[in-house]
């Protein structure tokens, strides 16, 4: 959980605890509105004055948000259509204070791979999955994240070649 402070309109300050994800999804609806975090959360509050849960209220605006979301819906209408690609199903964005406190979650695996524009860090994340986080090398530029629908020991396994060898036979028979 990552504590952060916003001041509200009324000039109070109040202590705002989410984990990544949330923060993620609180980042995503504040830069769809073109706006930082704090001034997203304070127009948020501003519209549903005397909330008793403002961890609430912000959780709730922040899923509506990234539900709501233009390029949500184009990418919903597409899997009607056809299913998105399988490895990027769980992809995500991320600016670089979520890449860092989603890396400080996860176990890293060996050092990053420098590969000039952008760099390549594989390991497992926090909810188990073998994970690739891609950091752009570009200033105010997005990261990635691809937690892969696996986990690290399969990936080793598969390395190895025994799902690959199973997997011929099961053909060939």
Sequence with gaps: MTHRTLVTTAGTRTTLKFNAT???AVERAAASARLGWADWARDVLDLNKGTINAHATLRTAALDAVLNDPLGALLEARSNEEPPPALLACASTMDDLQLEEDQAAAQLDGAAVDLTAFTVQAGTDQFGRACLWIRNGLREGLHYAIPLQT???????????????????????
């Design 151 to 173: 986990t690290t020991a399969e990936q080793s396994r598969r390395l190895a070649g025994a799902d690959w060898r199973t997997a011929e036979e099961g053909r060939a028979a």
């Design 22 to 24: 949330e923060w993620r």
